[in-house]
């Protein structure tokens, strides 16, 4: 970059390269993050431990744990696709972003614990350890939704850091479905807290594939205001 | 990308871009994916426990474990080349596309488990566990080849993600494997439930090599018959 | 690169290119080291085995887990941040750098090691036991800023490797930065040992908070400097 | 890639692409791969079980493991190193090549695991299990070493693959450094097993110290000579 120029505003120029530099170092470690943490999830898929003969009934035995491997990787899924949709939208990145999005990563890099917790309370807990359970579940949820809050606010405020012809409008609309998911997985936790342990489990499978589907359904409907204006 | 025209089309121009972006961070993903699950196989070569002077006798008594993980490295393998190769001939990815890749990336996160319950059953279940342990493989054999029916189908019918001078009659092809592939897995289940498990076993270590070598069959196949025309 | 000129020298111009190449395999490599460590932090999340009934007090019980686990995890977030910072203003890489990175990444995968290690004494160990495992983590600390130390040091010394109008002053200023880091640790290992385990566990956390700013700040410093030039 | 261009050949030429693709895919894959071998290895640096205490006993009482850490880093590391340099020097890849270089990570992928047996045998076994452990890893070392081998000769025979201006004289030379590996590991195996277990790990440290000094000593050899001419 920057053929050696032969001023003094050449330190200048690197400096602020420094501090704004693109975003291919952020995509690559995220992809890897996201990959790491989705694989991870299988760790999870455990050989039961059975006496001989007893495999098939120790394998269906431990169907709370197949049911929140798909669930995760769904959203583990979504967040990937927000994240591409996200960041093929920004230009370059500066320290705030790069934080922001490791807030996102950080929370995501939680959800094999919190799986895990679900799936291992479904099988072996009581019902306190269920509720216990989802509450933690949802817990991460909104975090892991108030972390991608943040990460559109402040994409919403740095026009700069945004490619060419991306409004920042785009960010304040995905900010609403941000806080939207942390209203409903605080919901989705207080169900399962208080009413019903097996609905809060419907909901949290039900949330990736509605941010799944929406998702589509955000492009599609700006796509279409636009038209018409 | 897009210059920043002054007209009100270029929101628009976004919005399409989001819908249909490059492949660069698909690929990235992917690669990670198959990264992690080959390796996640390694973790299942793992050191038995054994009194002093018993490693050799308990490392030889885990064999199957081997065959598994060699099965299971040849197999990933196959898919990982048979990605690259598909991905190889898309321009670009939208939505469809990529699920379809998140649903063979899902399938193939499944075979350390599977391969881990074969070598599981072989060294300590009964005849019963192996039986269901070979199904098990099996399915997860059917659910990916179906996952690669279901991305071959898609490409063949969205020319519009492919490379300029790739036709569709390519992913036609490819989808035949794929259907073979279905029938195959589901055959070796079969045989392993109903007839016999080490014929089931011999037939599940095949099939990658076949894969292996059909592929660089078709593409012959395929190159020759255009060089008649 | 390199198109083929037809003289003798071109097999030099190659073998040069082999000593020095470009640092995108290095990059990568390196993102995937990272993202590896971050999210291998997480295995520690463990789920504790408890009495049906029991997880909400095992899962409150292991409190220090979660402490470890925030550490450790900005502690990698800022070295990923580093690395950014240092490898953008890097041209090209030779065997040096290479082993020098390569030192840098030796020391942070040592970090889920020592993190456990302590989450494991403050659970279940007694003083002696709290001791041992701050000292352990103060000295990988230590390990790693030499290893950052060593390759500023390099960075200082081979300006040929070097982004145009990228200066070695830039790199003589972040080895104060490591030498700093190296000070740090010894002083966080030595008083876990010699005086209270708390302080020095409260040190650990504070310093990866401090390198995460500092490094804004000696950016901004730098910046602020050369204006006023 | 390919402008449509209107004549027949276009399908040609793709079906051309997709036997010969460029090397990001599989530099990509192979830079995942080593970075979780590489960080595997750490996984086998456990917290040692101890009572209130004991902490610092077990830790020290553990130093086989640190020992195998070290050398297995170093090992994957130069391996590293060299997949770098060889691939620098490639331009496009076929099956062959990607077959020759799944051969060589597959290899890699077995180094924690004979790591592994090697620091349970010094640490809790007897002196026949440490010769079964010597071995293991030493059998390892000959299958890594050929299956270089097996890339270099397809390298060398393959000079269409190569990148412009590399002589095919630079894959032969490394044949050798390879086929020196092979009897090198073999020979590490035999004193192991028949002579002495203390005198092969030694000489199972020193291999990746010398092939990391070898290949800059044979880059520079090849320079000087070429310089001569």
Not at 87 to 106: E, Q, S, Y
Not at 124 to 133: N, T
Not at 190 to 200: F, L
Request: glycine share 8%.
């Amino acid at each position: 970059m920057a053929a050696g120029r032969d001023t003094g505003d050449v330190g200048e120029v690197e400096i602020e390269a420094g501090l704004r530099s693109d975003t291919a170092r952020a995509i690559g470690f995220s992809d890897a993050v996201f990959a790491i943490v989705i694989t991870l999830l299988v760790l999870d898929l455990r050989v039961p431990e059975s006496a001989p003969g007893g495999m098939l009934h120790a394998l269906l035995d431990q169907w709370p744990v197949y049911l929140a491997y798909v669930t995760s990787y769904l959203y583990v899924a979504v967040n990937w696709l927000n994240h591409k949709g996200t960041f093929h939208r920004v230009r370059c990145a500066d320290r705030g972003l790069h934080w922001a999005n490791l807030g996102v990563l950080f929370s995501v890099a939680l959800l094999p614990f919190v799986t895990a917790l679900v799936s291992r309370a479904v099988e072996k807990g009581d019902a306190f350890d269920e509720r216990v359970a989802v509450a933690a579940y949802a817990v991460v949820g909104v975090v892991l939704s108030a972390a991608w809050l943040w990460l559109y606010h402040y994409l919403s405020r740095h026009r700069e850091l945004l490619q060419a012809g991306v409004t920042s409008r785009f960010f304040e609309a995905e900010r609403i479905r941000a806080a939207l998911g942390v209203a409903a997985y605080a919901i989705a936790g207080g169900v399962g807290w208080w009413v019903s342990v097996p609905v809060a489990l419907v909901v949290l499978l039900l949330l990736p594939l509605f941010y799944g589907l929406s998702s589509n359904g955000s492009y599609d409907l700006l796509r279409r205001l636009r038209h018409r204006r």
